[in-house]
């Protein structure tokens, strides 16, 4: 935390290494500016600054927002240390001062696992004023269950390039501005980092790899398009497969994947926590086509993540032999 405020008040710079969720890690160069008008345009949206809870990694941009958000609200985060586990959350998040706004920044791995335990872990999600959900796409059942549940769930949409999200359900943070370029993602504004190390600046502006959609004015994110599964010649969007499967009896989470094939080019693959039955899978044909069933499943224990608590596809990919 007193490197994090020396940068920010020298206006140094601060790196960061993206997931590397579908490619090769890069080192992200992020001014103080940058990150400072994050902070502020998050406690702006949320209703002035609070007091965190900080529940992953700060080598991560989420992570690290959590420290700069603090800094500037002058609090000191409370910190789950350890594994993310139900006694482990509620400890942390007992911690976090209740004389004012309450916030955690969470991936949708952990909203899901929160909603599984229930309980005294639920009544913990459920005390906290805002709830930001970013990281991965969130499946709308599960962001239902959540509101249902009372957990105040905020989505957010950015990576490390635009220091952490700056879409709050689906409206950009105050500066920041969304087009899309032949339905991809573009994004400018302060929060704009500086660029990759050992390459070209930026130039205010950063084309994401996703694919979106405006719906009464609102950003739809669809998924990344290198993520496209091409099957013989029809195209399936994961995500599209994730959100029918999570909306089925005892399928608890999901990761859709293409995995190749010598005849189709590539066939759709599912890993699954829970049940996948028939019904489920025909409920994918029915809203989507035959092309998005998956032909090939695995069910697991859990789902692989990468160290920033995102699931890693490409392990997923390797159950099936293709990572």
């Known amino acids: 935390m007193e490197r994090l405020r020396a940068v920010l008040e020298s206006s140094g710079v601060w790196t960061v290494r993206t997931s590397g969720s579908t490619g090769t890690p890069k080192t992200v160069l992020l001014s103080a500016s940058c990150l400072l008008a994050s902070a502020h345009a998050t406690h702006a ?8 809870l900080l ?3 700060t080598d991560h941009i989420a992570g690290l927002q959590v420290q700069v958000r603090s800094l500037v609200a002058g609090t000191v985060p409370s910190v789950l240390t350890g594994p993310f586990r139900g006694p482990s959350f509620v400890a942390a998040a007992s911690a976090v001062p ?7 920044s969470l991936v949708p791995t952990q909203l899901t696992r929160v909603l599984s335990w229930g309980g005294s872990a639920l009544a913990a999600l459920r005390s906290f004023d ?6 991965a ?8 269950a959540a509101r249902e549940a009372g957990v ?3 989505t957010t949409y950015g990576m490390t390039e635009t220091a952490g999200g700056c879409v709050y359900d689906g409206v950009p943070l105050d500066g920041v501005s969304v087009e ?9 504004g302060p929060t704009v980092a500086i660029g990759y190390a050992d390459s070209p600046p930026f130039d205010g502006w950063f084309t994401t790899s996703d694919l979106g959609e405006f719906v009464d004015g609102r950003l739809r994110v669809l998924g990344r398009a290198d993520d496209v599964i091409n099957t013989g010649g029809e195209k399936v969007a994961p995500a599209s497969v994730e959100a029918v499967l999570l909306a089925q009896p005892g399928v608890r989470e999901v990761c859709v994947v293409g995995v190749p094939d010598p005849e189709w080019g590539q066939r759709v693959a599912a890993a699954v926590v829970g049940d996948l039955t028939e019904t489920a899978l025909s409920a994918v044909r029915t809203a989507l086509g035959a092309a998005a069933v998956p032909r090939r499943v695995a069910v697991v224990d859990a789902l692989p993540e990468k160290d920033s608590g995102k699931v890693d596809r490409a392990a997923v990919a390797g159950l099936f032999g293709a990572g």
């Open 98 to 104: 209740a004389d004012g706004p309450r916030y955690t």
């Open 130 to 135: 805002a709830v930001l959900v970013g990281g």
């Open 180 to 188: 899309l370029v032949d339905g991809v993602i573009r994004i400018g």
């Open 152 to 154: 105040r769930v905020v």
């Open 137 to 144: 796409a969130l499946a709308s059942p599960v962001l239902d």
């Open 45 to 52: 949206r949320l209703g002035g600054p609070g007091a965190w």
């Open 55 to 57: 529940a992953l990694p």
